[in-house]
T-cell receptor, first 114, second 114 residues
Framework: SAVISQKPSRDICQRGTSLTIQCQVDSQVTMMFWYRQQPGQSLTLIATANQGSEATYESGFVIDKFPISRPNLTFSTLTVSNMSPEDSSIYLC???????????FGSGTQLSVL | RKEVEQDPGPFNVPEGATVAFNCTYSNSASQSFFWYRQDCRKEPKLLMSVYSSGNEDGRFTAQLNRASQYISLLIRDSKLSDSATYLCVVNLSPGYSSASKIIFGSGTRLSIRP
């Protein structure tokens, strides 16, 4: 298994500002993922963060809006840039533990943009 | 057609009842399958993996039908604490890949009443 510390747990931000979310894992992992979950909806993958290379973004998400850092195998950040109310959501980081391919999640960041 | 489909529910059943959920997937190359549980305003947590031969964990039984491309989750003797959203997760990765593709279903809401 893996234990992930995600922070902040929640924030209320003003339109046009940026927020950086951090995830720290208690073990080295190759694959880290960033998800967004709208109220009552399932998880949508934003990007896959790989150590030593640029993140891979899913359709509809771009690096300028959601820059990601992955400086080592235990840490990653996601920044939500130039926020608008439409960015209000829960953001979750996740790691994949091999060989079982099980996912473990951080506790999430509830973001509200005014 | 969605890659992973679930009945959103809600399923409202009395305590002690047996309840079953199905989940269908469209990609026959899907390799691994999981059920996750998500409580309100919490992160998803792995409930159980789903193996081809079927597997059981206490009151929970998971089955996979590759021919019909669906997985199921059976909960026996349901408890009030089983109330949650159950997410079906399908992994298209062949394993050990640098590009795991993990697909979440939209979730099935379960409410157990006293």
């Amino acid at each position: 298994s893996a234990v992930i510390s995600q922070k902040p747990s929640r924030d209320i931000c003003q339109r046009g500002t940026s927020l950086t979310i951090q995830c720290q894992v208690d073990s080295q992992v190759t694959m880290m993922f960033w998800y967004r979950q709208q109220p009552g909806q399932s998880l949508t993958l934003i990007a896959t963060a790989n150590q030593g290379s640029e993140a891979t973004y899913e359709s509809g998400f771009v690096i300028d809006k959601f820059p990601i850092s992955r400086p080592n195998l235990t840490f990653s950040t996601l920044t939500v840039s130039n926020m608008s109310p439409e960015d209000s959501s829960i953001y979750l980081c996740s790691v994949e533990v091999l060989p079982e391919e099980k996912l473990f999640f951080g506790s999430g960041t509830q973001l509200s943009v005014l | 057609r969605k890659e992973v489909e679930q009945d959103p529910g809600p399923f409202n059943v009395p305590e002690g009842a047996t309840v079953a959920f199905n989940c269908t997937y469209s990609n026959s190359a899907s390799q691994s399958f999981f059920w996750y549980r998500q409580d309100c305003r919490k992160e998803p947590k792995l409930l159980m993996s789903v193996y081809s031969s079927g597997n059981e964990d206490g009151r929970f039984t998971a089955q996979l039908n590759r021919a019909s491309q669906y997985i199921s989750l059976l909960i026996r003797d349901s408890k009030l604490s089983d109330s949650a959203t159950y997410l079906c997760v399908v992994n298209l990765s062949p394993g050990y890949s640098s590009a795991s593709k993990i697909i979440f279903g939209s979730g099935t809401r379960l409410s157990i009443r006293p």
